[in-house]
Structures are given as C-alpha cells and as structure tokens.
C-alpha cells in the first residue's frame, strides 16, 4: 500500500523558517516525481514544486521561488520542503504528492494526510 | 501560466440526479487533464486522468470528457458520499501544474 506522511508543520513567525518532511513506502519513491501542494484554509489547492527522480530537475510556483527548496533523499524515501523567509500567506495544509515514472510530471495518484503551517505573530 | 477555470464554484444536488461539472483552460492543454475530489478534511482523491481514464477504484458512475481547453466531469447519479469540492488540473503546459478554483457539490 503507497503511504506518505508529512511532518514538521506548526506555527512560525513571519520571516521563519521550517522544514517539511515527507516519509514514503510501498512503493518505488525514486522511481516517481514527487510533488508538494498547498491549501490555504478554505481555498483551493496550488501546486508549490516539483523534483525529478534524480533529483535533478526542480520547479517552483513563482510566489516561493527563492524562498522554499525542494529536495530528497531517495536513500530514505523521503521528501522534502525547506521553506525560508516564510509570509502570512504561506499559510496552508501542506500535501506531498506522487506524480509520474515518466520524464515529465502528470497527475497526482496519491496524496499524504498534509502538515498545517500556520505563519503568525 | 495556464489558468483553469471551473464552473460553477456551487452545485446544489438531490441525491439519485445527474451532475455534470465543467472546467476550462485559458490555452489548450491536449488532454492532459485530471480531476480530483476532495471531501471536508481529507486529501484530495484522483478520479480522472488522460481527461477520461478513471483511476483506479473509482466508480463507473464518474466518467470525464473534453479536449483542448474544454473539459466535464459528470457523475451520473450522485450518491451520498459524493457531496464533495470537485477540482480540475492541467498537467500539459508544466513546470506549472494548475488547478482549477474548485466546484463545490453540496446537497439540495
């Protein structure tokens, strides 16, 4: 059975930081595009980043770049989202998602429970 | 940036009726399109991918159509655990995977 779990949310100050992890099983994480979105409370989802199975390819939607980086560690099945210089707006449910085995990203098979971070003074 | 449009954002539905939810791409997006239902604290769930392949577990009851910039999810008659926010996304023109704002389908 495909798991994935988040951890690390919780409440921040703006201008912090915080750290998203994402531990994987029953499948084959490095095979896979990995993916984080985020749902702000009461609205819809927004796609944040992308990285390849190597890791080699990263994307971002443009109100984090230069503020978050995704990165993984295919050795431990894990996911992550180093979130810098962190704003009110970033406020959200944080999914981590799996996409595709292809050499592009598609859709998302499946979806961890999600982590809240809650930006606030 | 491709920007997808759902509509309407609400659908008031009886149980045992047919519901047809429309989503629209400011540029052609093929058919790489997906559909997901969410339900009041849970992740989303994929339904639909390939704009008509339903993924797998879902019931036949939900089918998807449509190509380049126009595109319909219907489910043909809505049961209970159906009550749900319905959302589309455009996985063509990447690195930016859109979604749609969202249809919500909540009981009449």
């Known amino acids: 059975e495909v798991q994935l779990v988040e951890s690390g949310g919780g409440l921040v100050q703006p201008g912090g930081s915080l750290r998203l992890s994402c531990a994987a099983s029953?499948?084959?994480?490095?095979?896979?595009?990995m993916t984080w979105v985020r749902q702000a409370p009461g609205k819809g989802l927004e796609w944040v980043a992308n990285?390849?199975?190597?890791?080699?390819?990263?994307y971002y939607v443009d109100s984090v770049k230069g503020r978050f980086t995704i990165s993984r560690d295919n050795a431990k099945n894990s996911l992550y989202l180093q979130m810098n210089s962190l704003r009110a707006e970033d406020t959200a449910v944080y999914y981590c998602?799996?996409?595709?085995?292809?050499?592009?990203?598609?859709?998302?098979?499946?979806w961890g429970q999600g982590t809240l971070v809650t930006v606030s003074s | 940036e491709t920007v997808m449009t759902q509509s309407p954002a609400t659908l008031s539905v009886s149980p045992g009726e047919r519901v047809t939810l429309s989503c629209r791409a400011s540029?052609?997006?093929?058919?790489?399109l997906a559909w997901y239902q969410q339900k009041r604290g849970q992740a989303p769930r994929l339904l639909i991918y390939?704009?008509?392949t339903r993924a797998t577990g879902i019931p036949a009851r939900f089918s998807g159509s449509g190509s380049g910039t126009e595109f319909t999810l219907t489910i043909s008659s809505l049961q209970s655990e159906d009550f749900a926010v319905y959302y589309c996304?455009?996985?063509?023109?990447?690195?930016?995977?859109?979604f749609g704002g969202g249809t919500k389908v909540e009981i009449k």
């Open positions: 998602a799996r996409s595709s085995t292809a050499p592009r990203p598609n859709w998302f098979d499946s």
């Open positions: 029953g499948f084959s994480f490095s095979s896979y595009w």
């Open positions: 990285i390849k199975q190597d890791g080699s390819e990263k």
């Open positions: 540029q052609s997006v093929s058919s790489n």
């Open positions: 390939g704009a008509s």
């Open positions: 996304q455009q996985y063509n023109n990447w690195p930016s995977l859109t």
